[in-house]
């Protein structure tokens, strides 16, 4: 069984986000790693490389240190790797990216494709299903099980109040929530592997794509501004008897917070 997963390097779950004098995020000494929920997917598919055989390509585009999440992945037991970087690529949206992606994956045979059901840096949870759109295939986001036999899969997925059971025919697109499995470390032997397996390396133009294609310019999607919450206020203690006290918290829950 052939495996891709497309994965997508964010910043630390763990680091300060700052805005420069333009309002862009700051990326000086922040560290990026593997999006969480792309880790679920590409364990899952070296799970199914273990049980059927097969290869598992991990694809990414981004910037110039994308090749070091792809390096993790290889460590972690994936077999090949893709990187899209090209200057012209910043400032896709989702729409771009899954353009490109189906792009990178036109020579590349696969049965199932994989990610995470959201970035955590952006939310969107588009990528993985306009991806399915462009190659014309079906997709199920959120899975928590996945179960495959011959050309058929059945998953369970994470819908609002309960679990949703699905099968889908192959191939397809996955996207992996939390709790699907638990991803591996790569190991010390895993790491100088990595070292030696195939990493390819594509620009726009390496996919038949033009500039204008891609970037800003091929965007759908245009942010306008970014801006940080609101620093979380001091708690506020009510005093008084009970009565008088939850009378003045409606009060201020109606009038001050509008929250009923």
Do not use: W
């Not at 799970?47 to 059927?52: I, T």
């Not at 959201?118 to 939310?123: E, F, N």
Request: charged share 25%; glycine share 8%.
């Amino acid at each position: 069984m052939n495996v891709v997963v497309c994965l997508k390097q964010t910043f630390d779950t763990e680091a300060k986000i700052v805005l420069d004098a333009q309002g862009k995020v700051d990326a000086n000494g922040v560290n990026l790693i593997i999006n969480p929920y792309d880790e679920y997917a590409i364990e899952e598919g070296i799970r199914l490389k273990e049980k059927f055989g097969g290869e598992v390509t991990v694809v990414s585009m981004g910037g110039a240190k994308v090749a070091e999440a792809l390096r993790t992945a290889l460590a972690m037991g994936a077999d090949k790797a893709i990187a899209i970087q090209d200057p012209a690529s910043y400032g896709s949206d989702e729409y771009v990216t899954a353009q490109v992606l189906a792009k990178a994956l036109k020579e590349v045979p696969f049965d199932v494709i994989l990610s995470g059901r959201i970035a955590i840096d952006d939310g969107s949870s588009q990528v993985a299903v306009r991806l399915a759109e462009q190659l014309g295939i079906p997709s199920v986001t959120s899975i928590m099980t996945l179960s495959v036999e011959g050309n058929k899969a059945v998953v369970t997925r994470d819908i609002d109040g309960g679990m949703e059971t699905v099968e889908i025919t192959l191939p397809a697109v996955l996207t992996a929530q939390k709790g699907l499995n638990e991803p591996r470390y790569p190991s010390v032997a895993g790491i100088m592997k990595a070292k030696k397996k195939e990493f390819k390396t594509f620009t726009l133009k390496d996919l038949g794509m033009d500039h204008g294609d891609a970037g800003f310019a091929g965007a759908k999607m245009k942010l306008d501004s970014i801006s940080l919450p609101a620093p979380r206020q001091a708690g506020r203690v009510i005093q008084g008897e009970p009565v008088q006290a939850v009378s003045e918290l409606v009060r201020v829950l109606m009038d001050e917070a509008k929250v009923i």
